[in-house]
């Protein structure tokens, strides 16, 4: 049951970053606002296995007529994974999550900020919620979690989260937080100017990210990732596109699967 929980409390984590890079990377997004680009329809994923790019699993996204994301179907694990959302006055307000193993449920505010996140897990009957916390200014500031089975079992704890800026466009967003086991961890995601991921540090696990561009759209992302013992995995996702089109900062936050955007994606 631990694992399941740590991987709820690692969602909520990713998902808590969801108003934080909306508004993290002013320069290269502001300006692209006005411009509409093709929203990708299917990501194929791969991981580099004795030379060989082996398939993993797909993504698919689906629009509405605006170009609103209301649903994205995840085909890894035991069985497809689903979410979908719902807007009024063109704002996300709500949106639920449904796999073999759990159920979710996703609440935003007036700004289109994720506000709480519950889940419930089927198999061993446990709880999950997170609470969402921002400034005046729309960053993130805090993310409070709690995970229970409803009887014996209760652990609680908060993330704290600063966001900073450096010339050029770069936007660094740092967590700190005592994780299930009352163990103090901290996370780290750099950003580009454009908003799309470049680098995790992951309490010393590092990810680094690099684009292979077609024109304007990303055509392919290419992720390592190095161990605390110096071994590394490489990984690939190959993005298709359809010919729904909306804001070209909604776009970056597509390709970069933001949990601002995405919700149940994990950085």
Same mark, same amino acid.
């Given at each position: 049951?631990?694992?399941? !929980?740590?991987?709820?409390?690692?969602?909520?984590?990713?998902?808590?970053?969801?108003?934080?890079?909306?508004? *993290?990377?002013?320069g290269?997004?502001?300006?692209?606002?006005?411009k509409?680009?093709?929203?990708?329809?299917? #990501?194929?994923? $791969?991981?580099?296995?004795?030379?060989?790019?082996?398939?993993?699993?797909?993504?698919? $996204?689906?629009? &509405?007529? +605006?170009?609103?994301?209301?649903k994205?179907?995840?085909?890894?694990?035991?069985?497809?994974?689903?979410?979908?959302?719902?807007?009024?006055?063109? +704002?996300?307000?709500?949106?639920?999550?449904?796999?073999?193993?759990?159920?979710?449920s996703?609440k935003?505010?007036?700004?289109?900020? #994720?506000?709480?996140?519950?889940?419930?897990?089927?198999?061993?009957?446990?709880?999950?919620?997170?609470?969402?916390?921002?400034? +005046? @200014?729309?960053? !993130?500031?805090?993310?409070?979690?709690?995970?229970?089975? @409803?009887?014996? !079992?209760?652990?609680s704890?908060? $993330?704290?989260?600063?966001?900073?800026? *450096?010339? @050029?466009?770069?936007?660094?967003?740092?967590?700190?937080?005592? =994780?299930?086991?009352?163990? =103090?961890?901290? $996370?780290?995601?750099?950003? &580009?100017?454009?908003?799309?991921?470049?680098?995790?540090? =992951?309490?010393?696990?590092?990810?680094?990210?690099?684009? #292979?561009?077609?024109?304007?759209?990303?055509?392919?992302?290419?992720?390592?990732?190095?161990?605390?013992?110096?071994?590394?995995d490489?990984?690939?996702?190959?993005?298709?596109?359809?010919?729904?089109?909306?804001?070209?900062?909604?776009?970056?936050?597509?390709?970069?699967? =933001?949990?601002?955007? !995405?919700?149940?994606? &994990?950085?």
């Open positions: 049951m631990r694992m399941v !929980l740590r991987k709820s409390l690692l969602m909520a984590l990713c998902l808590a970053l969801a108003a934080t890079f909306s508004v *993290a990377a002013p290269g997004q502001a300006a692209a606002k006005s509409k680009m093709k929203m990708p329809t299917k #990501l194929t994923y $791969y991981r580099l296995d004795n030379g060989k790019w082996v398939k993993e699993y797909t993504k698919t $996204y689906k629009y &509405n007529k +605006k170009g609103d994301l209301i994205i179907k995840d085909s890894r694990g035991d069985g497809p994974t689903t979410f979908k959302y719902k807007y009024k006055k063109k +704002k996300k307000v709500s949106g639920t999550g449904t796999g073999k193993y759990f159920r979710g996703y935003f505010n007036k700004k289109g900020q #994720l506000v709480s996140a519950r889940y419930h897990y089927l198999e061993d009957n446990t709880n999950a919620t997170y609470a969402y916390t921002y400034n +005046k @200014g729309g960053y !993130l500031t805090a993310v409070r979690w709690t995970e229970d089975n @409803g009887e014996y !079992l209760r652990h704890g908060v $993330y704290n989260y600063t966001t900073s800026f *450096a010339p @050029g466009g770069k936007v660094t967003i740092a967590a700190s937080g005592k =994780d299930y086991d009352d163990i =103090d961890r901290s $996370y780290t995601w750099t950003l &580009n100017k454009k908003g799309l991921l470049t680098k995790i540090d =992951d309490d010393g696990k590092i990810s680094t990210f690099a684009y #292979l561009w077609k024109g304007k759209y990303v055509k392919q992302r290419i992720g390592t990732v190095t161990y605390y013992d110096g071994s590394t490489k990984y690939r996702i190959v993005y298709k596109y359809g010919k729904r089109k909306a804001s070209a900062s909604r776009y970056y936050k597509y390709i970069n699967e =933001d949990p601002r955007t !995405l919700i149940g994606k &994990n950085w």
